[in-house]
T-cell receptor, first 117, second 111 residues
Framework: DAGVIQSPRHEVTEMGQEVTLRCKPI?????LFWYRQTMMRGLELLIY????????DSGMPEDRFSAKMPNASFSTLKIQPSEPRDSAVYFC???????????????FGPGTRLTVL | ELKVEQNPLFLSMQEGKNYTIYCNYS?????LYWYRQDPGKSLESLFV?????AVKQEGRLMASLDTKARLSTLHITAAVHDLSATYFC???????????FGTGTRLQVFP
């Protein structure tokens, strides 16, 4: 299996521009999570989906952030307009919850390093 | 609200020494996960602990879970430089399928 795939791996943009981050979860996984990691705030959960449906978006910082999952193999996280304080590494992770198996182990993608100038 | 605390936050240790990283959490949970993150890299799953008393070992690392004490430990035996990384514990948030991560412990092993 290729694991969780994210693109782009690096993104440099100017303040005010729209940024779209992409994620392909592990095939067959039914949960998808978006995280943001910074030195100051650590690892933060932004939003997660179950079977393509958003379950909890309480971690989304503000209306400039939006996420979609149009199908089981693709999700996007969009920032519009971007600001310098959005600079961070954004990780996507996926998991499979199997009835009778308690584990919620998540598998992380390589991340997208976003720099907003 | 579930809180997960790790200590120490930073650990500098000499090769060959033993040490333990602690992970405390605030509410009932019987599932805990340990991850490793190398600088500039992603998080890699190390251990999955699914019940009270669970113990897992991989090489020089051993993880255990005490759900009654709400405590997990990650024990490092005879540290080597290759273990230098940041280690995160994460706990299942009750009645959800999301994980709450600790702040991480940055481990540096020097000769």
């Amino acid at each position: 299996d290729a694991g969780v795939i994210q693109s782009p791996r690096h993104e440099v943009t100017e303040m005010g521009q729209e940024v779209t981050l992409r994620c392909k979860p592990i095939s067959g996984h039914d949960y998808l999570f978006w995280y943001r990691q910074t030195m100051m705030r650590g690892l933060e959960l932004l939003i997660y989906f179950n079977n393509n449906v958003p379950i909890d978006d309480s971690g989304m910082p503000e209306d400039r952030f939006s996420a979609k999952m149009p199908n089981a193999s693709f999700s996007t996280l969009k920032i519009q307009p971007s600001e310098p304080r959005d600079s961070a590494v954004y990780f996507c992770a996926s998991s499979l919850v199997v009835t009778g198996v308690a584990s919620n182990e998540q598998f992380f993608g390589p991340g997208t390093r976003l720099t907003v100038l | 609200e579930l809180k997960v605390e790790q200590n120490p936050l930073f650990l500098s240790m000499q090769e060959g020494k033993n040490y333990t990283i602690y992970c405390n959490y605030s509410t009932t949970s019987d599932r805990l996960y340990w991850y490793r993150q190398d600088p500039g890299k992603s998080l890699e799953s190390l251990f999955v602990l699914l019940s009270n008393g669970a113990v897992k070992q991989e090489g020089r690392l051993m993880a255990s879970l005490d759900t009654k004490a709400r405590l997990s430990t990650l024990h490092i035996t005879a540290a080597v430089h290759d273990l230098s990384a940041t280690y995160f514990c994460a706990v299942d948030a009750h009645n959800t399928d999301k994980l709450i991560f600790g702040t991480g412990t940055r481990l540096q092993v020097f000769p």
